[in-house]
Structures are given as structure tokens and as C-alpha cells.
């Protein structure tokens, strides 16, 4: 799944699933205030949209091309 077709939000669990980001990373991420998660209940949910732009907004890997 792509970060712009990320649904409107995201157990952790299924942020973890479709990321990649482990959930402790993201409780970080969450703390630095680099993703909105909300709460629902007893549910933390992740807004689809801050997880897109958080990951777009990370570098290009620096990958030497080879000869």
C-alpha cells in the first residue's frame, strides 16, 4: 500500500503491517509529535494522513549506483 493510499486511520497494529515502522517506533514518532494518534475508546488510532506525510517526508536512501 502506498503512504497516499493510507485509509482515514490506523489501528497500530495495522500501521505496523502496512509500514513496516515497528509499534514502539511509532509511540515515538507519536511522542515527538512526527504523527497524530488518537483515541477511540480504548483504541489508539493512527490519522492516515500525518503517517503519509511522515513518510514522505523522510530522505532518499543513499544507494550508490552501480557501474
Given at each position: 500500500m502506498s503512504a497516499s493510499s493510507l485509509?482515514?486511520?490506523?489501528t497500530i497494529q495495522r500501521a505496523v503491517e502496512e509500514t513496516?515502522?515497528?509499534r514502539s517506533s511509532l509511540y515515538v514518532l507519536a511522542g515527538?509529535?512526527?504523527?497524530?494518534?488518537?483515541?477511540?475508546?480504548?483504541?489508539?488510532?493512527i490519522l492516515g494522513s500525518?503517517?503519509?506525510r511522515y513518510i514522505a517526508s523522510l530522505p532518499p536512501a543513499p544507494i550508490r549506483k552501480v557501474a
Open positions: 485509509p482515514l486511520m490506523l513496516g515502522i515497528p515527538r509529535g512526527d504523527i497524530d494518534i488518537k483515541k477511540s475508546g480504548r483504541r489508539s488510532l500525518s503517517l503519509a
